[in-house]
């Protein structure tokens, strides 16, 4: 007999999020400034080759789910192996992008270095360690209570992540030049890079010690076919509507988080504020966590989610009116907009389970990896289109090494910091509620239907 759900499943699932995000959050904060600062690298090419690399996401990250949905697992269960097998190899990949000792190459190679390690841990290590791990949340618990306890712990895992990175990381590999100009230093964003690495190792090793999966997972048999995938994605409503809120969440999210790193040290001349902001995104995610379940439950999680995406554009609109030179106010609406990201972050994993039981009921079939994929797969389109969108506008705006601090330049990085995480706000409120279908009543619908069956079956 497997233990019951409980507090270990909780934590273990939140340490593997934790171990997601020392590598995930890393890239998407320091990523595009290492090498538009350190290797000299155009931002626009930066983006470009971010946006590239999640074309090939569409096959790894799909490929990927359908390995986890045929493999058959051992008695740990069918999706925690992958963990053992790939942390290792994610984290040494992860490491290997932040290569300061290249600054000196010829442009060529620091491109081909970048475009070669970038892809090598996002498209394959990333995808292969990613994928099994959220697939996991389904097979733990059957019960739409305790998948929205995951979802919410899953997203402490990946605050506390974005905490330890997002505070104390800015505070360590900037120095201040002679000019009295806040600087990313290669050499210690490399020795950063490396602890982070080794920190994503530990807390992927206790996720794979903490956890139980508890719900048989079915092995896929059947032929694969890709032209069947995709006439059946395009027929699943609640996936295309999970999908595109997922890629507006990510604008949103990392747009703020790309641009974090050029705001507080270009123009408000204080890199102290990024650590500030990161605690203060802490915080509004810590507080919310202690009652999201709760207020999920009572109504609903695309409601909730809707109403807290409104609220981070009304917040980000007033800010770029207000057009403020004090940090400290920014801090203030940030804080107030961050609470959009965090409404949604502590839900949506339970919201893509959601879905699998929708798909279920649906077809009969549950294809947790595939659909899972699908869902990875829009998050990684997210997280491109952000830095690509970023890279492009930061150099529509002429930004460069040599006008990093030019005051034109500075006023257009404070506009692309409000307007375009505004613009993902208002575009993914209109996606949940227009386009996304499962609120409450269909999901608890769902949940009863699926449990009648299993007790029938006897499972």
């Known amino acids: 007999m497997k233990r019951k ?73 069918k999706f925690a192996p992958w963990l053992l097998r790939m942390c290792g190899p994610v984290a040494v990949s992860s490491f290997l992008m932040y290569a300061s000792w290249f600054a000196e190459m010829p442009m060529t190679f620091k491109i081909i270095w970048m475009f070669f390690t970038y892809l090598l841990w996002g498209s394959v290590f990333y995808t ?82 903490m956890v139980t999966e508890r719900v048989k997972a079915e092995t896929t048999k059947q032929k694969f076919s890709f032209m ?13 509507g999970i999908v595109v809120s997922a890629l507006l969440l990510l604008l949103s999210q990392l747009s703020l988080s790309n641009m974090g790193a050029y705001i507080y040290p270009n123009y408000f001349g204080d890199v102290k504020g990024l650590s500030l902001a990161s605690l203060i995104g802490t915080a509004v995610t810590l507080v919310l966590s202690a009652f999201t379940v709760r207020l999920a439950e009572r109504v609903g999680k695309r409601e909730m989610s809707a109403a807290g995406s409104l609220i981070g554009a009304a917040a980000l609109i007033a800010v770029y009116f207000v057009h403020t030179k004090n940090v400290y106010v920014w801090l203030i609406f940030y804080g107030i907009s961050y609470i959009g990201l965090a409404m949604f972050n502590l839900v949506c994993w339970a919201m893509i389970t959601d879905v699998i039981d929708d798909t279920q009921v649906r077809t009969g079939q549950r294809p947790d990896g595939t659909i899972y994929a699908v869902y990875s797969f829009a998050r990684k389109l997210g997280q491109a289109a952000s830095s690509g969108l970023v890279g492009v506008l930061l150099s529509v705006i002429g930004y460069n090494t040599a006008t990093a601090y030019d005051e034109k330049v500075v006023n257009g990085i404070y506009t692309i910091t409000c307007i375009v995480p505004a613009a993902g706000f208002v575009l993914l409120a209109l996606s949940l509620w227009f386009l996304y279908p499962l609120g409450k009543t269909k999901v608890e619908e769902n949940a009863r239907i699926l449990k009648e069956r299993r007790d029938r079956s006897g499972m």
């Open 128 to 209: 292969a360690i990613n994928i099994p791990y959220g697939s996991m949340a389904s097979a733990i618990s059957a019960e739409p209570k305790d998948r929205t306890a995951l979802s919410n712990w899953r997203t402490i895992g990946a605050t506390l992540a974005a905490t330890v990175i997002g505070v104390v990381l800015p505070l360590v590999v900037y120095y201040t030049d002679e000019n009295g100009n806040a600087v990313l230093s290669g050499t210690r964003m490399s020795i950063a890079a490396f602890w982070c690495s080794v920190g994503s190792v530990i807390c992927y090793l206790l996720c794979y010690f």
């Open 228 to 240: 069947g995938l995709i006439g059946s994605l395009i027929q699943n409503r609640a996936l295309i």
């Open 5 to 77: 759900f409980g507090i270990a499943d909780k934590l273990g699932y939140m340490f593997g999020d934790f171990g997601n995000d020392f590598a995930f959050i890393l890239s998407s904060m320091f990523l595009l400034k290492f090498y538009t600062d350190v290797m000299g690298v155009s931002a626009a090419v930066v983006g470009t080759m971010m946006m590239a690399a999640r074309l090939l996401d569409a096959f790894t990250d799909v490929t990927m789910g359908q390995i986890a949905d045929r493999s058959r697992g051992n008695k740990k269960g």
